[in-house]
Each structure stands twice: as C-alpha cells, then as structure tokens.
C-alpha cells in the first residue's frame, strides 16, 4: 500500500503549456521533499517544504505544501523539454522517507 | 566534492548466488540509508545505519537480507540466495546530521537484476 499517492501517473504535454503534479496522503509529515530522477539514476531532491501552507519557487517550479501537512502539489509554468523526468515526492517523518510511485512527465518539443 | 557513490551500477545474478551492493556516503556524512525500488513501485526504505551500528532495519525483509556500514570502507548491502523477486533498484542515501529526511542525498543506484 503506497502512503503517498501520487497523481496523475503520466503527463504528456507540449513545449510552453503549464502542469501540475499532486502528491495526497492521508498521514501528517513533519516535511515533504520532491525529487527529480532521470532513468538510470538516483533521485535528486528539487526542494523540501516544512511548514503548513508554505509555497517555494524554483524558477518556473512552485512547490506547495497544504494546511495540514498531508498534501503538496508541484506546478510547473511554461514547461520545457528539460523538464522531461520522473517527479517523486517524499513525506518524511524523522529519517525515514515515504515515496510516492511517481509521476512521469513529458514536454514534446 | 564526491557525491554518493554507489557500486556496481549493474549487477546481474544468477538464482541462489549472492549480491553485494556497496555504498560509499559524502565525505564526512556518516549516515546511511538503503532504499529498495520496484518497478512502477516508490523507493521503500529498507535499513538506517550508522557508522558500525545499525539504527532501524524495519523496513528490510528478515532473511536473506543484511547490511553493515563499518568504521572504515563502505556500507554494504548483502542479499544470499537471491531470488526473481529481488530485482529491482538499490538506492543508497547519506546525511550529515541524524535523523532527518531533509538532508538525504541519494546515490545512483545499483540495478539487481536476477536470473
């Protein structure tokens, strides 16, 4: 049974439109983190939320973290074919990371 | 400055044979956790070591399955007698500071394939 959710599974979209990927949970986590990985590689972490309500931009990449700690979603402005990856979220409780499946995005050029 | 670094990046195996996975943390982070991925499955935690001490090895399965991290050389991941099911992707992270998943930085993995 997956603790994160993660939603939708595949996104496929054209050069210049907006997505946005969601990460729901039914438990509370002290942080949550997204990760970008590229196949045959390891995640790499794009940002870490902590506080209820926060909201984090990375460029064009806005992170938000909901009310209650449980949810988070990431938006994308504009995509980019180097935007093309698998985007994971993570709920963290101490040091033990909760994963989500992931979503798997592609920006067609 | 070295990430983590994981070896080998393959490893194919042959039924009943055994697996060593090794992982060399950041320099100066001195602790380790192994993570398992499954296909179209997230990264499931497996183990938290530290340095000769393992700290929680709740999410590794009680046989077959053990993991080291030395006072000097790598952290080791051991799989005996491998099986199908163990195919899959080994992740390794490290973190400076104890007990927090913000800090983890993950390795490049090492792809179990077995036959």
């Known amino acids: 049974t997956q603790l994160l959710k993660q939603s939708p599974q595949f996104l496929s979209i054209q050069e210049g439109e907006n997505l946005t990927v969601y990460c729901n949970s039914s438990?509370?986590?002290?942080?949550l983190q997204w990760y970008r990985q590229e196949p045959g590689e390891g995640p790499v972490l794009l940002v870490t939320v902590v506080t209820g309500g926060e909201v984090k931009k990375l460029k064009r990449l806005t992170f938000q973290f909901g009310d209650a700690r449980k949810d988070s979603s990431l938006h994308i402005t504009a995509a980019q074919p180097g935007d093309t990856g698998l985007y994971l979220c993570?709920?963290?409780?101490?040091?033990?990371?909760?994963f989500g499946a992931g979503t798997t995005v592609t920006v067609r050029a | 400055n070295a990430g983590v670094m994981q070896n080998p990046r393959h490893l194919v195996r042959r039924r009943g044979q055994e697996a060593r996975l090794r992982c060399s943390p950041v320099k100066g982070h001195s602790h380790v956790y192994w993570y398992r991925q499954l296909p179209e499955e997230g990264l499931k935690f497996m183990v938290y070591?530290?340095?000769?001490?393992?700290?929680?090895e709740s999410g590794m399965p009680k046989e077959r399955f053990s993991a080291e991290f030395p006072k000097e050389g790598p952290s080791i991941l051991r799989i005996q007698q491998v099986v199908r099911g163990d195919s899959a992707a080994y992740f390794c992270?490290?973190?400076?500071?104890?007990?927090?998943?913000?800090?983890?930085?993950f390795g490049p993995g090492t792809r179990l394939l077995v036959l």
């Open positions: 070591l530290q340095k000769e001490n393992i700290i929680d």
């Open positions: 992270a490290s973190s400076p500071i104890p007990g927090t998943g913000e800090t983890q930085y």
């Open positions: 993570a709920g963290a409780n101490d040091y033990k990371l909760s």
């Open positions: 438990s509370v986590f002290s942080s």
